[in-house]
Nanobody, 124 residues
Framework: QVQLVESGGGLVQAGGSLRLSCAVT????????MAWFRQAPGKERDFVAA????????QYADSVKGRFTTSRNNAINTVYLQMNNLKPEDTAVYYC?????????????????WGQGTQVTVSS
């Protein structure tokens, strides 16, 4: 069984930065593509970024390109989302998700395992 635990959310002013972490249990972390999604109140869960396990291929949503960076450390089963130049519209609950695949997927329905989410609030 794979379990995901996010941390690092909080309240920040516009233009600030936060780093989210997602710790994953399990011995085959490198077999999983890891992704970040976010969900604002009353809205759908949207793709933010994903990073493949072996290849390290990365994909970002257009809305965060140039501001967010995802990375992973396979030795400690952790994936990160560095968020810079945050905007009020980035306010949401951020979730990490895992998919046992070498390919990147951007649909939330493709992912098997989910964390509990961490709140990110950006004030103007």
């Amino acid at each position: 069984q794979v379990q995901l635990v996010e941390s690092g959310g909080g309240l920040v002013q516009a233009g600030g930065s936060l780093r989210l972490s997602c710790a994953v249990t399990g011995r085959t972390f490198s077999w999983y593509t890891m992704a970040w999604f976010r969900q604002a109140p009353g809205k759908e869960r949207d793709f933010v970024a994903a990073i493949a396990g072996w290849s390290g291929n990365i994909q970002y949503a257009d809305s965060v390109k140039g501001r967010f960076t995802t990375s992973r450390n396979n030795a400690i089963n952790t994936v990160y989302l560095q968020m810079n130049n945050l905007k009020p519209e980035d306010t949401a609950v951020y979730y990490c998700a895992a998919l046992r695949s070498a390919a990147i997927a951007t649909m939330s329905t493709d992912y098997t395992y989910w964390g509990q989410g961490t709140q990110v609030t950006v004030s103007s």
